[in-house]
């Protein structure tokens, strides 16, 4: 248990049985009145974030959240196989617990995975991965007053903006949170 005024971005939070971390607090002290804690808070498992306003001093219920590394093995088409590093011990997650990092991982990759009370809840990637370019067509420069893009499909699937000059084969850095186009290398 902690109170309101503890909260820190971060924090896992389990509030009516479900795990809600939090995104950004900010500490309200009204000139009349009591104080508050406005929060912003995103539930571990769907994503969806909503706006919560706590009582300064409020008991809140904070979760255990594990967060251990591991190694992405293979996935089996059931689910994504996992090895926790520090015991060699196997996980399989669901594709709902790997969500959108599925489209940035590759076999034998080091990853984040959260656990409470043994079950995985997500998996956290780094902030930028490299990746190889399988398939995009040549660019073709025309008429246009900026830099264009094209389509390409990444090793793992994904399809991504690139700009013209960026041609298959060529590894090039992808940003997780947002699919994004960082850069080549």
Do not use: C
Not at 69 to 97: C, I, K, R, S, W
Not at 107 to 124: H, I, P, S
């Amino acid at each position: 248990m902690a109170t309101s005024n503890d909260l820190k971005n971060g924090l896992v939070l389990n509030i009516d049985g479900q795990l809600w971390t939090v995104v950004e607090f900010q500490h309200v002290k009204p000139g009349k009145g009591p104080a508050f804690v406005r929060s912003k808070l995103k539930n571990v498992m769907t994503g969806k974030v909503v706006d919560k306003t706590f009582n300064a001093g409020v008991k809140v219920e904070t979760a255990n959240v594990d967060k251990r590394e591991m190694q992405f093995l293979y996935n089996d088409g059931e689910g994504f196989v996992f090895m926790d590093l520090g015991t060699y011990d196997q996980f399989t997650l669901t594709p709902a617990q790997v969500g959108d990092a599925a489209d940035f991982m590759l076999e034998n990759q080091n990853a984040v995975v959260a656990l409470n009370e043994g079950e995985a809840l997500y998996v956290e990637l780094p902030a930028s991965v490299v990746l190889e370019i399988t398939f995009t067509e040549p660019g073709l420069q025309g008429d246009r007053s900026s830099g264009g893009t094209k389509p390409a499909t990444l090793e793992t699937g994904r399809n991504i903006q690139v700009p013209l000059f960026v041609e298959q084969g060529t590894k090039v850095k992808v940003d997780t949170r947002t699919g994004d186009y960082l850069g080549r290398l």
